[in-house]
């Protein structure tokens, strides 16, 4: 069991749907997914300004009902594993909608469409159908998940979630709880006392609720939250009943082929990071079957945008989190139970304008913070600088973004300003474009091959560099898109690298890779 796990439970016990330590995981992941479904939410209601009888009766019930579908699922799957192991100390895997994806959703793929017809059901209708095609990806790609684990270098595949925990998951909601650090601050230390020094909370309280609850205070009494947004959100509160919307996901698959190019890439992102926080739960002591567990994930993308979701779904990065704030079977199921509840009666907007979104974005932070420990701990120790080239492709990526955001915030563009401007500031675009391309899998092969050459293994090393040459060169990896000769650089690189480690293969012999349960 890892060294995550202080409170193992007790062998010989059934599971229990309930247990003492999922109170303060239900806050803990209750409060991701709200805060993700939140962000998702305001992009389409306010960025894009969509119709209200889109956003709230149809989308967001389609959110709730896919949050509902993959925690219980989940849930269900830990409840299987704790009886067929006799414990009750197995930790349902997390999940929600993915973050990278709603900002896809919305940028990438409705805004240009209603830009250009002015179609909002239309654009809807694609968004339903580009998420309806993750979900046959996922559920494809399910079938080869368990023998990917076991071919992919540990280090891969936890290096590549702390790199994704580093950048996405910590820096910008860092950024935003030191913004106002006075309040932020004050909660994320309550979550290190109760998560991490387990000290019990003042009336027993767990510590997630107690954090947001104190943020929620200090918000209102200093004036933080302001009264005004409440009370006009109080105009969407109302039972909205969750329908299958098929006329318009059909109107969307008559238009969405122009999009499947890029709803490919962006699927196996979801399969592979679900595949690395199946990995992750194993290293925490819970091993579920990769096969299962993406099919899960798979069926939630699919029955929610069946009923008008737009946002592809995926298992949470962060086992570990919650399996040492105590979450285990009940904190899952509850999540997906209480997100229903909220999105079908409205109440998403209100809690957006109650809770100061800077009392939960500390526990990102956290679990942040615990991913990034696990990638080194639970990898051989030689595999360290695998796990730390993994971290670069995401920092790559989130810069890219970063610089993209603000450009446009100036109202210019790279494209406006020119790449060669920033290179002569020391800032190379282009190379942190062509290097976060696809970050999972950049991240995933490089960690691979360094771990590989670490170990002497040159033969399958060279497998890694000669597979990361045929993705770079038809725009799996480093590219925007799919096509021949994509990443000619890149995929000529690689190509090198490959032939490096075949020629020490033949001329030195490749020594086995050690187990990645060596110390």
Not at 9 to 22: E, F, I, Q, V
Not at 131 to 151: C, Q
């Amino acid at each position: 069991m890892s060294a995550t796990t202080p409170n193992a439970g007790h062998a010989g016990n059934g599971p229990r749907l309930w247990s003492r330590g999922d109170l303060d995981g239900f806050f803990g992941l209750f409060s991701n997914s709200l805060a993700n479904t939140l962000t998702a939410v305001f992009l389409l209601s306010v960025v894009l300004a969509l119709p209200g009888d889109i956003v709230w009766q149809g989308i967001v019930p389609g959110f709730g009902v896919t949050l509902a579908f993959g925690n219980i699922f989940l849930a269900w799957q830990a409840w299987k594993l704790g009886k067929k192991e006799g414990r009750d100390s197995v930790t349902a895997l997390p999940y929600g909608l993915s973050v990278p994806h709603y900002f896809i959703v919305t940028f990438a793929i409705m805004m240009p469409i209603i830009a250009k017809t002015g179609d909002a059901k239309l654009a809807w209708g694609i968004a339903m159908a580009w998420t309806f095609v993750h979900g046959i990806v996922v559920a494809v790609g399910a079938f080869v998940g368990d023998w990917l684990r076991r071919v992919t270098p540990r280090a891969a595949m936890l290096g590549t979630l702390a790199g994704m925990a580093v950048s996405y998951i910590a820096l910008t909601p860092s950024f935003r709880v030191y913004d106002a650090a006075w309040l932020g601050l004050i909660c994320f230390g309550i979550l290190l006392f109760g998560w991490l020094a387990n000290i019990k909370m003042p009336f027993k309280l767990p510590a997630g609720l107690l954090a947001i609850f104190i943020g929620t205070i200090l918000g209102w009494v200093t004036g933080y939250m302001k009264v005004e947004p409440l009370i006009a959100a109080t105009q969407t509160v109302g039972f909205n009943m969750p329908l299958l919307h098929l006329d318009v996901l059909m109107l969307g698959f008559a238009n969405v082929g122009p999009y499947v190019v890029s709803a490919i890439p962006l699927a196996v992102y979801l399969f592979m990071e679900t595949l690395m926080n199946v990995e992750s739960a194993e290293v925490a002591g819970d091993k579920y079957s990769a096969r299962s567990i993406c099919l899960g994930a798979a069926g939630g993308t699919l029955v929610g945008a069946l009923f008008g979701s737009v946002v592809p779904t995926l298992v949470y990065i962060g086992h570990p989190g919650w399996k040492q704030a105590g979450g285990r079977i009940g904190y899952s199921w509850a999540t997906g139970v209480a997100m229903l509840l909220l999105c079908t009666f409205g109440m998403i907007n209100i809690l957006l304008n109650i809770i100061p979104i800077v009392a939960i974005l500390p526990i990102l932070m956290y679990i942040a913070m615990l991913i990034l420990s696990q990638a080194f701990r639970e990898t051989p120790k030689a595999h360290a600088p695998a796990v730390a080239i993994a971290l670069i492709p995401w920092l790559a990526d989130w810069v890219k973004v970063t610089i993209d955001n603000t450009l446009n915030a100036a109202g210019t563009s790279v494209a406006q300003l020119g790449a060669d401007k920033l290179a002569a500031s020391g800032v190379f675009y282009d190379g942190m474009a062509v290097l976060g391309a696809s970050a999972i899998l950049v991240a995933m092969m490089l960690a691979a091959i360094v771990a590989r050459v670490i170990d002497r293994n040159y033969l399958h090393a060279a497998i890694f560099g000669f597979i990361a040459a045929v993705m770079s060169f038809f725009g799996v990896i480093h590219s925007t898109g799919f096509g021949i000769g994509m990443a000619t650089g890149p995929a000529i690189g690689y190509l090198a690298i490959g032939a490096g480690c075949l020629l020490f293969h033949y001329t030195q012999g490749s020594q086995p890779s050690p187990s990645d349960d060596a110390p």
